[in-house]
């Protein structure tokens, strides 16, 4: 059964018991108004329903029987009407300020009182949770946005009725595929989508990439997390095999329907190493090459200066996530944002908040690839590390000599115009022993300056290969200005992390007990 249908059958109960005050939590009224439209008939019950639009009126006929649209003249015809008749059933698709005690949600407290002794029942849809008392007095329903089974019968809904006048080139694991993705989104906004896509004149297989899309124009303008615009042609990555054959194996898992198997999609990452050696570069990465819109969370920005204004920040932005999801999620540097776990300075805001991320990490089912990235890993705490939590844990270390030798070539291939000879190359290679991927990338940069500065000439013929070399070697990386740093990062990935490389980390002999090296 799925959820909507489980939701019906939870309302139709408390219908037929006749219990007083029933709440709906959902954001779609319309899809709430048809169930209660056909509950009415088959339950056997007079159900009217008030919009500030049109006042009240007969939920099957459409008929008014109150002109007066404000709230106050609703509830008093509501009054009215259960003194005199039993077994009614109102529905109030907006009753403002009725989280709290305050005057409403009071007069609605009475009424449900005089409700009780009716038989009647009063039902309100709202977005927000209900004053403690008032549901105290009745039964609560939620109706969450369409899931994916919901999702394929709306995409068939929609789409069927044009097979043979429109090409078509969907097939069942096309709709499963396009119902995974918009899962998540009202059955309005569905519809607009498709709508959209029938203008076009056809259904295309390309139309599946355009879907990812969608719900990040949809959700482009709510608060806590920021969309990050990526573009592919920035975003090649050296090296890093093993943590790229990982992705390449989990990311079909993304969409798939492993409800039968009792899976859940992909959790995410946490990629932990030396500085600048591309782990920010990798979730950015991800996203490009996966199709999927990126999203970042800053957890520093989360913090607020009230008691729990913190963790209503971060529930909203993980929420936000679900809802654009599927997506990847990059939170850089998380141990910024959590530190106060781990020394205790902020008043136990921090621990808060990893307790509220871990149980999101743990529980949720959203499609929602989590990219961590953390240089100080003394500084992250140690739930968050615990089998479970992220998918798998990677140490991104210094570039091997193969590894800086593709890093070059990307950078020199990107930045400057003109060919490399492979003595040249191999030069450069062993120049930037130590270097992480930034350094080179900076020594590059340079370069590219350089050649605008000396002519800008349309093979960079003014860059000599002595000018490469000493760019090169005027680069001091931090493998040499803190190298204890770099040696305590490392000893604490060999036992705790798989090596991104997919070799030994530091160039050790073989990986410590417990952890893999290389991923097959």
């Not at 009716?118 to 109706?143: D, E, F, I, S, Y």
């Not at 030396?274 to 570069?281: A, D």
């Not at 910024?336 to 805001?349: F, M, P, Q, R």
Request: glycine share 8%.
């Amino acid at each position: 059964m799925s959820e909507a249908a489980s939701c019906r059958e939870h309302i139709k109960g408390l219908l037929k018991a006749r219990v007083p005050f029933i709440s709906v939590r959902s954001a779609e009224r319309a899809r709430c108004l048809d169930m209660f439209r056909g509950l009415a008939t088959e339950v056997g019950v007079t159900v009217y329903v008030h919009t500030l639009s049109r006042g009240m009126r007969d939920i099957s006929t459409d008929r008014a029987v109150n002109e007066d649209r404000s709230v106050v003249g609703a509830l008093d015809f509501v009054s009215q009407q259960i003194s005199q008749r039993q077994n009614l059933t109102f529905v109030f698709t907006e009753m403002p300020d009725i989280e709290d005690d305050t005057a409403t949600a009071r007069q609605l407290y009475d009424l449900v009182m005089l409700a009780c002794e009716r038989a009647a029942a009063l039902v309100v849809l709202t977005t927000k949770p209900v004053w403690a008392n008032l549901q105290r007095l009745g039964m609560a329903a939620v109706l969450d946005a369409p899931n994916e089974d919901e999702m394929v019968a709306i995409l068939h809904e929609s789409i069927d009725p044009y097979k043979g006048s429109l090409p078509i080139e969907w097939s069942e694991p096309q709709f499963r595929e396009a119902g995974s993705i918009l899962a998540g989104i009202t059955r309005i906004e569905a519809e607009n989508v498709i709508a959209t896509m029938l203008a076009k004149g056809a259904i295309r297989q390309a139309d599946i990439i355009e879907l990812s899309h969608v719900k990040d124009r949809i959700f482009s303008d709510i608060s806590g997390i920021e969309r990050v615009q990526v573009r592919p042609d920035e975003l090649t990555v050296g090296g890093l095999t093993g943590l790229q054959a990982w992705l390449a194996r989990k990311r079909p898992l993304l969409t798939a329907d492993l409800r039968e198997r009792r899976l859940r999609p992909p959790r995410g990452v946490l990629l932990v190493g030396v500085p600048g050696c591309g782990k920010s570069l990798s979730a950015k990465s991800i996203a490009a090459t996966w199709n999927l819109p990126l999203y970042r969370l800053d957890l520093a920005t989360i913090h607020g200066q009230y008691l729990g204004q913190s963790e209503n920040r971060l529930k909203e932005a993980l929420s936000t996530a679900d809802h654009v999801a599927p997506c990847v999620l990059w939170i850089d540097e998380i141990e910024k944002g959590l530190a106060g776990a781990v020394n205790g300075g902020d008043g136990g805001s921090s621990t808060r908040l990893v307790g509220h991320f871990l149980y999101w990490l743990q529980e949720a089912r959203g499609r929602v690839f989590v990219v961590a990235t953390a240089n100080d890993v003394s500084r992250l705490p140690p739930e968050l590390l615990r089998r479970g939590r992220f998918d798998e844990l990677f140490f991104v270390d210094l570039p091997t000599p193969e590894e800086r030798r593709e890093i070059i070539q990307i950078y020199l291939t990107r930045n400057l115009r003109r060919r490399t000879n492979d003595k040249l190359l191999q030069e450069l290679v062993n120049l930037s022993e130590g270097f992480a991927g930034a350094d080179i990338e900076a020594a590059v940069k340079e370069l590219a300056h350089a050649a605008y500065e000396l002519g800008n000439s349309k093979d960079d013929a003014a860059i000599t290969d002595e000018i490469m070399r000493s760019s090169f070697a005027n680069v001091v990386p931090l493998s040499k200005t803190s190298p204890e740093q770099i040696e305590q990062i490392r000893a604490w990935g060999r036992e705790r992390a798989v090596p991104a490389s997919g070799i030994p980390i530091g160039g050790a002999s073989s990986p410590k007990p417990g952890r893999r090296a290389v991923i097959v």
